[in-house]
Each structure stands twice: as structure tokens, then as C-alpha cells.
């Protein structure tokens, strides 16, 4: 940094903390949505079961990383998240979906074969409620 008369050298050490300062805060949004979701990558893949509460009949997908158990209500692509919570048992994440609502759904492990999820929101302008158990079944 060259030395400007015009420019007190306190007032240039705060305009460099003010810098850094700007920095630090627009990185904190991209430390608290780093790719995360750990827990999602200790679950078997394979066939899941998953039975909704008062719903029948139950519902078969492919597991490959465990993030395909975040949008059960929404399947579509091109949706954003945001991860609320990515701890060693328990996952909740935030997303929405452009011109199809939103939703919040929160991920609990109990084995690696055997989940708990709760998940709710909007689609299709309906609000909705999701409360199941996913359970490894076998290959896809």
C-alpha cells in the first residue's frame, strides 16, 4: 500500500479492517452452505422402502447418495438449498423450487439402513406434510 498524504494512516488501517471485515461476512453464507450433509453419505445405497404415515402404497427409489431423500415431495430438479442443521445423526435442509413451492424436511438416522423423515411445505400452491420411514430394501 503507497502512502497517501490525503489519507490519514488510521484511517487506513480502518478502511483495511472495514475490507476484511466485508469479506469475512459475505463468506459466511458459503461456510454455513459448504456441501455437507455427511450423514446423507453413511446410508446404504440401494432400494429404499419408504412408508408414509397414512399413505398407501409405499414408495420404492434408488438411493446413490442419500440426498435423493430430501425432496420426496418435490422430484424435480433445478431447486435450491440450504442446509439449516448437518449433524453426525440428524439432517434438515431448507430448499425451494422455482414455480413449484418449497419445502423443509429434516433427515434423522437410526442405522445406516433406517431413517426417519419429517418434511413439510408448499407445492403446487397446497401445503403439504410428510412424515415417514425409509428402510434399505434391497438392490437397484
Known sequence: MTYRPDISPRRAAFAGLAVIGAM????APVIAQGSGLAM???LNKGEWTIKQRGVRPDRKICVRSGAELIQ??????GCSRFVVED???RVTV???????GYG???I????????QIESQGIQAGKPFELIAEARRTGSC
Do not use: D, F, I, K
Open 94 to 100: 431448507q430448499y425451494t423450487c422455482p414455480a413449484n
Open 72 to 77: 420426496l415431495a418435490h422430484r424435480t430438479s
Open 40 to 42: 446423507l453419505g453413511t
Open 24 to 27: 469475512l461476512g459475505m463468506s
Open 87 to 89: 449433524g453426525v445423526s
Open 104 to 106: 423443509r424436511t429434516s
Open 108 to 115: 434423522r438416522r437410526e442405522t445406516g439402513a433406517l431413517v
